[in-house]
C-alpha cells in the first residue's frame, strides 16, 4: 500500500515562479488535507477537501489554490511564489472525520528564493 | 490565537523512564484528541486518540489522559525506548465529519541510554 504520495519531495523556486504540488491516495478516502509545518508554529491548515468536488479555506490559505481532482487527487498551487512560502507541505487523507485519524504523506520540501 | 499548545519544545528523558508529553486547548468546542509522532524526513504517525467522554485511554506503551475542566490533556510513554525519539504532535478537533485538526507546536523527545 502506497498510502500518501506527494511530488516532488524538494523543490527550489525563483520568488514570483508558480508551481503545483501533488497528492494522491490510494485508500479510498473522503477527506484530504493541506498542511504546512513551520519552525515553532506546528502544523497549520492551508486548505482541505471535506469529499470528492468540495474545497474549503483552513487557517492559511492566502497565496494558494487547490483542486480536488477525483476522489484519489487534491493538489495545491502556488501562483506566484514568495519567500514566506518556504517550508514544508503535508498532505494528508482521512476517511471521513477526524476519528480515524489521519494518513499523511512524507512531505515537500519547498525553499523560495 | 494558537489554540493547541504545547509549552515544552523539548524533553530528554533516560531509556527505561517515563516519558510525559503535555498539551493545553483553548476551544471548548473540541472534543475530541489524538497525538502523532513524526521522525525527520517523514510525515506524522497516528499514534493514540481520545474522546471527551473518557478521561483515559491506553494503547500498549502509551497512554494519554484527558482533563477537561482544565482543558489539558498529556500522553504518558512507559517504558521509554530509543525508538521513541521523535517529535510529538497534539491535535484536537470538534466533533463532526467535516471537523479537521488544529495541531500544536510540537514537543521534541529525546529518549538516552
Known amino acids: 500500500n502506497a498510502g500518501v504520495t506527494q511530488t516532488p519531495k524538494f523543490q527550489v523556486l525563483k520568488t514570483g515562479q508558480s508551481m503545483t504540488l501533488q497528492c494522491a491516495q490510494d485508500?479510498?478516502?473522503?477527506?484530504m488535507y493541506w498542511y504546512r509545518q513551520d519552525p515553532g508554529m506546528g502544523l497549520r491548515l492551508i486548505y482541505y477537501s471535506a469529499s470528492e468536488g468540495t474545497t474549503d479555506k483552513g487557517e492559511v490559505p492566502n497565496g494558494y489554490n487547490v483542486s480536488r481532482l477525483n476522489k484519489r487527487e487534491f493538489s495545491l498551487r502556488l501562483e506566484s511564489a514568495a519567500p514566506s512560502q518556504t517550508s514544508v507541505y503535508f498532505c494528508?487523507?482521512?476517511?471521513?472525520?477526524?476519528?480515524?485519524?489521519?494518513?499523511f504523506g512524507s512531505g515537500t520540501r519547498l525553499t523560495v528564493v | 490565537d494558537q489554540q493547541v499548545k504545547q509549552n515544552s519544545p523539548s524533553l530528554s528523558v533516560q531509556e527505561g523512564r517515563i516519558s510525559i508529553l503535555n498539551c493545553d486547548y483553548t476551544?471548548?468546542?473540541?472534543?475530541?484528541f489524538l497525538w502523532y509522532k513524526k521522525y525527520p524526513a517523514e510525515g506524522p504517525t497516528f499514534l493514540i486518540s481520545?474522546?471527551?467522554?473518557?478521561d483515559k485511554n491506553e494503547d500498549g506503551r502509551f497512554t494519554v489522559f484527558l482533563n477537561k475542566s482544565a482543558k489539558h490533556l498529556s500522553l504518558h510513554i512507559v517504558p521509554s525506548q530509543p525508538g521513541d525519539s521523535a517529535v510529538y504532535f497534539c491535535?484536537?478537533?470538534?466533533?463532526?465529519?467535516?471537523?479537521?485538526?488544529?495541531f500544536g507546536t510540537g514537543t521534541r523527545l529525546q529518549v538516552t541510554l
Open positions: 476551544n471548548s468546542m473540541f472534543d475530541y
Open positions: 491535535a484536537a478537533s470538534p466533533t463532526g465529519t467535516a471537523s479537521k485538526l488544529t
Open positions: 494528508a487523507s482521512s476517511p471521513r472525520g477526524v476519528h480515524y485519524g489521519y494518513t
Open positions: 485508500m479510498n478516502h473522503n477527506s
Open positions: 481520545i474522546s471527551s467522554i473518557k
